[in-house]
């Protein structure tokens, strides 16, 4: 079972499941979900992120400890906390940013970065290495909630077109909010590249600790 951490607070429970539930019908994965405690913005800066670092740790350390999972993954764009996490747990942990990015090598060597913010994350950059193409955003489109605006998906693809006409040859979400908003299904119908959501690679990263999980046990 995959561990999920979301980073922002909601009692919402349809909000809280969305990942997992992508998850499972995207690839069949058994997950449970929490979410560290008091950032009903979640992370969106320095200090907002620095802020939910112990919270992630303390929240990754539980659920190893007290839920029946072989691995954990922070589901979101910028891994906050991804080092942190594995210091104290003695299970695999993800990081959205890191699952999309390698699953975007995978697929093509210039990867164009899409988000909503006017930098792409530190380490989806580190990890994309020589593979990382280019990166842009829409100014109309800058917090989660503005993804859900009329013609929103209609804006994310013209920025998606730009990074294509300039050489991008895969393009990568850096928002988790895409997922919410099921642009990759819209994206797939006019684009003729390969479109990475970040949740579907945690589920396909996953897919490959469990597997190894399973062959291990047969061999013991």
Avoid: W
């Avoid at 400890?65 to 979101?76: G, L, M």
């Avoid at 990890?127 to 994310?156: C, M, W």
């Avoid at 006019?190 to 959501?197: E, G, K």
């Amino acid at each position: 079972m995959l561990g999920i951490i979301r980073v922002l607070t909601t009692e919402d429970e349809s909000v809280l499941q969305e990942h997992g539930n992508e998850m499972k019908k995207y690839a069949g994965v058994d997950s449970i979900t929490k979410c560290i405690q008091d950032q009903p913005n979640g992370i969106y800066n320095d200090e907002s992120e620095q802020v939910a670092i112990p919270k992630i740790v303390k929240l990754a350390k539980k659920m190893a400890e007290e839920f029946n999972v072989d691995a954990i993954t922070i589901s979101c764009a910028a891994d906050p906390a991804i080092d942190e996490s594995r210091d104290v747990v003695n299970v695999p942990v993800l990081g959205a940013g890191v699952c999309g990015a390698h699953t975007a090598c995978m697929v093509g060597s210039r990867v164009g970065v899409i988000g909503i913010t006017d930098f792409i994350p530190g380490r989806m950059k580190k990890e994309l290495g020589e593979h990382y193409h280019s990166h842009d955003y829409s100014e109309k489109l800058r917090k989660t909630t503005d993804l859900f605006k009329e013609g929103a998906k209609e804006e994310l693809l013209q920025v998606a077109q730009r990074l294509i006409d300039s050489g991008a040859d895969v393009i990568l979400f850096a928002c988790t909010g895409f997922s919410t908003i099921r642009l990759k299904e819209y994206f797939v119908k006019y684009l003729s590249v390969p479109v990475i959501d970040l949740v579907e690679a945690q589920a396909i990263a996953y897919q490959l600790i469990e597997r190894s999980v399973g062959n291990a046990s047969k061999n013991v």
